[in-house]
């Protein structure tokens, strides 16, 4: 019971930090991120075999620069051409593409951090922000969780295949485990408080109703 | 038929979104003359209920079965004519609380928050009267008993039976106050 609610407040810490991310950063940067990281992984799965060629074809031509095709007898190039093998096979095609995808995240990181006028205005740190900073914490857990998985579990580790840990993760998955944790969490929580139920409920009533008030008051100030 | 959480449970949820649409700013006045009604009557309860019975006898002839029906049904009018009161805001002039409400997301699930808040007092002060008086309503075909294991667990959990004296409803009635006075 005890690690259940260890397991929630760290997803709610993990959660609270991107969050506090997103605020830090404002809406616009953040929403930025988000958008660029989620398309990006989308359309390098759905057409990441773009790339792949692309990548193949940057190797075939060095090979074809490095074995003289460039010179007055390319022959020998064109053998060497025939005969090198492809930089992006089928099996390390997911691990490229996500190289891609890292090198994007990190070009729209780099970009978002600039003062563009577009990225500079309206640029608050409100609750869109830290909206946009959760749901980038979610997707990256998707992404990024399963391999860090290999640190724990490294390849070899019995009854554990890595490799399949990593390809059947997607952000739906994420999303089942993390209500399940948050339900589990909570229920157990719950149980661990009710013999104190009334007071819990009350203070967290109260609580809830001082938060609101006490945003009105900062309004009626500002007036 | 639906077990009896499911109608009252569909009440607060309809309360929430009342909440949603009428903003934080505005329900909270509403939770604080909601939190009086409920302390009043459930302080006043024994003495009303003896009132009630009385009078039903006398002007109503009401006796028997029927004194329950009478009860749960004087009870849910008085506080539902309350609830519509510090909604419409005539009767008794509760101000709102004024202030600017936050924007779109934190004041929206603010507002939500306190229409389920509020969802859940009325609601529950609403099945706390059918429950308290044995569940007259059923010889309509409305309500359906036994009570699920769930039905039971909340019914412990409504407004009158959550502590054993209403005067600890009176602690978010203070520090609503509070706000309300500092302007």
Redesign the interface.
């Known amino acids: 019971m005890n690690q259940s609610i260890e397991v929630l407040v760290t997803f709610l810490l993990y959660l609270a930090f991107f969050g506090w991310i997103g605020w830090l950063r404002g809406r616009r940067r953040t929403g930025f991120v988000l958008a660029v990281a989620l398309s990006s992984w989308l359309l390098l799965q759905e057409q990441g075999d773009i790339f792949v060629r692309i990548a193949n074809l940057g190797k075939k031509f060095l090979v074809f620069i490095q074995s003289g095709g460039l010179s007055a007898d390319p022959d020998p190039a064109f053998t060497a051409l025939r005969d090198a093998p492809p930089l992006v096979t089928t099996e390390n095609r997911p691990g490229f593409v996500f190289l891609v995808w890292v090198l994007i995240l990190v070009l729209t990181y780099i970009i978002s951090n600039q003062n563009y006028k577009w990225l500079t205005t309206n640029n608050k740190s409100d609750g869109w922000a830290v909206l946009w900073g959760i749901l980038s914490g979610f997707f990256f857990a998707s992404v990024l969780l399963p391999r860090l998985v290999a640190i724990l579990l490294p390849a070899g580790t019995p009854g554990i295949d890595t490799t399949e840990v990593i390809q059947s993760a997607n952000l739906f998955r994420i999303l089942g485990g993390s209500l399940a944790v948050v339900r589990e969490g909570f229920s157990n929580l719950w149980t661990l408080i009710e013999p104190q139920a009334p007071l819990a409920i009350l203070l967290f009533l109260t609580l809830l109703l001082v938060i609101a008030a006490s945003t009105l008051q900062g309004a009626k100030k500002a007036k | 038929m639906k077990p009896v959480e499911a109608v009252y449970v569909t009440i607060a949820i309809i309360f929430a979104f009342i909440g949603v649409a009428r903003t ?2 505005r329900e ?1 006045g509403n ?1 604080l003359v909601i939190l009086v009604a409920i302390f009043l009557l459930t302080l006043l309860e024994a003495r009303a209920i003896e009132y009630l019975t009385l009078g039903g006898e006398r002007i109503f002839d009401v006796a028997g079965d029927a004194t329950n029906l009478f009860l749960s049904l004087s009870f849910t009018i008085l506080f539902v004519s309350i609830v519509f009161a510090s909604y419409s805001g005539r009767t008794f002039g509760m101000p709102s ?10 004041g929206t ?2 507002s939500l ?2 229409g389920l ?1 509020n969802g859940y007092l009325v609601a529950g002060t609403l099945w706390y009267y059918q429950d308290r008086f044995g569940y007259p309503f059923q010889r309509f075909g409305w309500i359906t008993l036994p009570l699920t294991p769930t039905g039971a667990e909340i019914v412990a ?1 409504l407004p009158q039976r ?2 054993d004296s209403p005067i ?1 409803w009176m ?2 009635v203070a ?2 106050i509070v ?1 309300l006075v ?2």
């Open positions: 934080y700013a909270l939770t609380f004024g202030g600017r409400p936050l924007g779109p997301p934190e699930l603010l928050a306190i808040i959990l959550l502590f600890y602690v978010p520090v609503l706000f500092r302007g």
